[in-house]
């Protein structure tokens, strides 16, 4: 299994992103997927998840500024960032699970059994 994350950079505060992250291997309809971030002297925290049903759902944090999408075909899940802040800058992973908990588990642990390497988001003021 491997997850490939990409799209990350530097904007300036209020820019966006796109993050892409394809998943090879045995990773299917059947794994939510999420993205992860971890910033520097912080624990790793959910930011965003799609569940095996197409559900979203997101920490508060990011709610009504980015938005998380998948596509079966093509087997890869997107995280459009909008309004970007100095706040979210980290490194950022996408991770997918087969256990299919709730998504409130995985938003608040940020337990996942597979985790791919990271792509850094840099905010500026």
């Known amino acids: 299994v491997r997850l490939a994350a990409s799209g990350g950079g530097s904007v300036q505060s209020g820019g966006s992103l796109k993050l892409s992250c394809g998943a090879f291997?045995?990773?299917?309809?059947?794994?939510?997927m999420a993205w992860l971030r971890q910033a520097p002297g912080k624990e790793r925290e959910g930011v965003a998840i799609?569940?095996?049903?197409?559900?979203?759902d997101y920490t508060d944090r990011v709610k009504g500024r980015f938005t998380i999408s998948r596509d079966l075909a093509k087997n890869t899940i997107y995280l459009q960032m909008n309004d970007l802040q100095p706040d979210d800058t980290a490194m950022y992973y996408c991770?997918?699970?087969?256990?299919?908990?709730?998504?409130?588990?995985?938003?608040?642990?940020?337990?996942?059994?597979?985790r791919g390497q990271g792509t850094q988001v840099t905010v500026t003021v």
């Open positions: 991770a997918a699970d087969r256990r299919n908990y709730a998504s409130g588990y995985y938003l608040q642990t940020a337990d996942f059994q597979y």
């Open positions: 291997g045995y990773i299917d309809r059947g794994h939510s």
């Open positions: 799609i569940s095996s049903d197409g559900s979203p």
